[in-house]
């Protein structure tokens, strides 16, 4: 059986013999496909990066993964009532049979993969593909918000993870890595209108605050305001606005940089202000006026 060369016309002996002569074209064998079978564009998967040429040609998909997610998935969109195996429970020996498959899969891996997860990497990834989840579909952000909030009421583990977390946030604050000694958290000063010790949070609160005690502009941080938002992530959470003016019903925020949790936090507050025909503020820079 013989081949012709598309670059040359030459005939070679056998289909093999191409993937070595095309090199003296200045070509790779897959380059060589590339060029004469795909009309010179790298074929992609549908995730869009370039497909890998593997012994037989090059696949439909970059990976398996990506092979079995979204409309690729024949299980796709198939929940409920749609799924085969809806109503069909697992026995009790399949259930500890997949207990002990998991055990033994982070028995091996199990290093490899928390040492991933803490990755910029992987967060970034995390991150985009839970808000790619949300635009795909628009109520899992209310199911996962019930889900946590099923969990925190319902769960065995609540409590002791409560506990776990309050303990770590003691420890913390002895070690100074949170609270108003900690690195960038600047100084406890006392409100001249309440008589109470207030922390300032930033170099930037304690500017906003002496800058206010200068103007006689009554501020307070301690107005146990808490604003219900829901984070990116889902979960319902509380925001705490930096300053409350007494005066003129003011909420005040001193940020300097912000992104998505913060945007979040303020689209919240705005709709609490509006609510209590208050008004929110929010200051990017010192010389911002109040």
Not at 3 to 14: A, F, H, P, Y
Not at 25 to 49: A, D, R
Not at 50 to 64: A, T, V
Request: net charge positive; proline share 4%; with cysteine.
């Amino acid at each position: 059986m013989t081949t012709k060369c598309k670059e040359c016309g030459l005939d070679l002996k056998s289909g093999n013999s191409i993937n070595y002569h095309v090199k003296n074209h200045g070509l790779t064998y897959p380059e060589y496909e590339v060029k004469h079978s795909y009309g010179g564009k790298w074929p992609v998967c549908s995730c869009g990066k370039k497909l890998e040429y593997k012994r037989g040609g090059f696949g439909s998909y970059c990976s398996k993964s990506c092979a079995a997610s979204g409309d690729n998935n024949p299980m796709h969109g198939r929940t409920g009532e749609n799924s085969p195996i809806f109503g069909i429970k697992r026995s009790k020996e399949q259930l500890e049979n997949y207990c002990k498959g998991a055990k033994k899969r982070w028995e091996k891996h199990g290093d490899m993969l928390r040492e991933m997860m803490k990755t910029p990497e992987y967060s970034k990834a995390n991150s985009e593909g839970q808000k790619m989840s949300y635009i795909k579909n628009p109520s899992l952000r209310q199911k996962r918000s019930e889900g946590v909030h099923r969990f925190w009421a319902t769960s065995p583990f609540a409590e002791t993870l409560r506990t776990e977390a309050s303990e770590r946030a003691v420890r913390l604050l002895a070690e100074n890595k949170i609270g108003p000694q900690a690195p960038y958290k600047r100084c406890t000063l006392k409100n001249p209108w309440t008589g109470e010790d207030e922390h300032m949070h930033s170099s930037w609160e304690t500017a906003f605050f002496e800058t206010c005690v200068a103007r006689d502009y009554e501020v307070t941080k301690n107005h146990g305001i808490k604003i219900p938002y829901v984070h990116p992530d889902g979960t319902t959470r509380s925001y705490i606005p930096d300053f409350y003016a007494r005066e003129d019903r003011v909420l005040y925020e001193v940020k300097g940089r912000w992104n998505d949790v913060d945007t979040a936090k303020w689209e919240a507050a705005t709709e609490f202000c509006e609510r209590m025909k208050w008004k929110f503020a929010v200051l990017f820079e010192r010389e911002d006026d109040i």
